[in-house]
């Protein structure tokens, strides 16, 4: 339904795995459209490569961070994610298997289950179907409730394992909740029917 409404998405617009590391975590508690600023401030001093993120004067960070809100903890934790991918090598870490990647994730400071899933599907590319506050609130509106856990394990459930499909799929409900969860277009929702109907 989601799909025939709003079409491909073509999610996480990134042009490296990293890339997509840092978006997730700038993205938490603030708009993509800061986060896309921060990411074009960050290309323009070189600071999207592990080693240079790394290395990075801290000041220099917040500076280019501070449209995304929390910005000397986001700018720190940036330099740690980078730090430890610097050390460990991009690709050992995410070369993993996916629950050993997502405790990992879950290990580093300031990154709890929807951001460390996002790296795990977006970056890594392995299955782990990403839950946030929309798929939350989505879920509740058509009659299905559970905290994150147990909202990932039946989605995990009921789909095909594909990394593609795990993709498409949060961000046809993210850009749908935009729409209409987050201005309260509850009439003109077409998932209503969904909970009206018992199914």
Known sequence: MLLDELGPQYWWPADTAFEVVIGALLTQQTKWTNVEKAIIGLKGNNLLEVQALADADIELLEELVKCCGFYRQKASRLKEIATFFAQQGIENVFSMPVEELRKIMLSLKGIGNETADSIVLYAANKPKFVIDAYT????????????????????????????????????????????????????????????????
């Open 136 to 199: 939350t609130r989505m879920m509740k509106c058509i009659g299905i409730q559970g905290n994150y856990m147990q909202l990932q394990r039946m989605f995990e459930a009921e789909l095909p394992e594909d990394i593609e499909i795990y993709k498409e799929y949060h961000a046809l409900i993210v850009e749908y909740s935009k729409v209409y969860c987050g201005r309260n277009r509850c009439d003109e929702c077409i998932l209503k029917e969904l909970n009206e109907n018992g199914h």
